[in-house]
């Protein structure tokens, strides 16, 4: 039992030091134009710049689909970097669930 409870307060140990890791990751996403995210590895939105041509109330709509475009791209680059840092850091170490 005692040897279960340190392997649990390993594996958060190790959870959160690569969540810190993580939350120092910051990377833009431009991919729709006139839209710029900051997001952190830990998929925590830093910051949404837009366009004032965005502004318009005739592209309410757009801007609408658009941004949640931009947001779903910035998750998903978020995401592929954060899977590459668990690679790097050796991922956690789950045991049962890893060999």
């Not at 040897?3 to 729709?32: F, G, N, P, S």
């Amino acid at each position: 039992m005692f040897d279960q409870m340190k392997k649990l307060m390993e594996l958060k140990t190790q959870a959160d030091k690569l969540k810190k890791e993580l939350e120092k990751i910051v990377m833009e996403c431009t991919d729709v134009r006139g839209i710029k995210i900051r997001i952190n590895g830990a998929q925590m939105i830093q910051a949404v710049e837009v366009e004032d041509s965005w502004l318009d109330p005739k592209q309410k709509s757009r801007f609408q689909t658009e941004l949640v475009r931009a947001l779903n791209t910035a998750t998903l680059k978020s995401q592929k970097q954060a899977a590459m840092q668990m690679q790097k850091s050796g991922g956690l170490n789950i045991p049962g669930l890893t060999g």
